[in-house]
């Protein structure tokens, strides 16, 4: 699976941007999606997942309420909305896949097999 993460850019706080990861090489009706966001001099953090049928999503609790993480199987594509920006959602954000596995939705990075590679949401103050 390719996975290749657009939408990121610029944004005052207190705004909204639209990620997109599109999928090729696989369907990703069987994934289970993730997204992740590593900011500078920080480790790799998790932000949202979604279960293949899109019925369950997960959170950090820095962005619930925020953000919400959506799916569409028929145009292979995985979308985080982001609203009410802050200066410290500032991050190169990651898409990350997995085989979905007896509906488990991990929420660590290291459980998931495929990664996109990035783009970079800057949130001014």
């Known amino acids: 699976v390719q996975l290749q993460a657009s939408g990121g850019g610029l944004v005052q706080a207190g705004g909204s941007l639209r990620l997109s990861c599109a999928a090729s090489g696989r369907t990703l009706s069987n994934y289970v999606m993730g997204w992740f966001r590593q900011a500078p001099g920080k480790e790799r953090e998790f932000v949202a997942a979604i279960h293949w049928s899109g019925g369950s999503t997960y959170y950090s609790d820095s962005v619930k309420g925020r953000f919400t993480i959506s799916r569409d199987n028929a145009k292979n594509t995985v979308y985080l909305e982001m609203n009410s920006l802050k200066p410290e959602d500032t991050a190169v954000y990651y898409c990350?896949?997995?085989?979905?596995?007896?509906?488990?939705?991990?929420?660590?990075?290291?459980?998931?097999?495929?990664w996109g590679q990035g783009t970079q949401v800057t949130v001014s103050s």
């Open positions: 990350a896949a997995r085989v979905s596995r007896y509906g488990y939705v991990p929420q660590n990075g290291p459980q998931y097999d495929y």
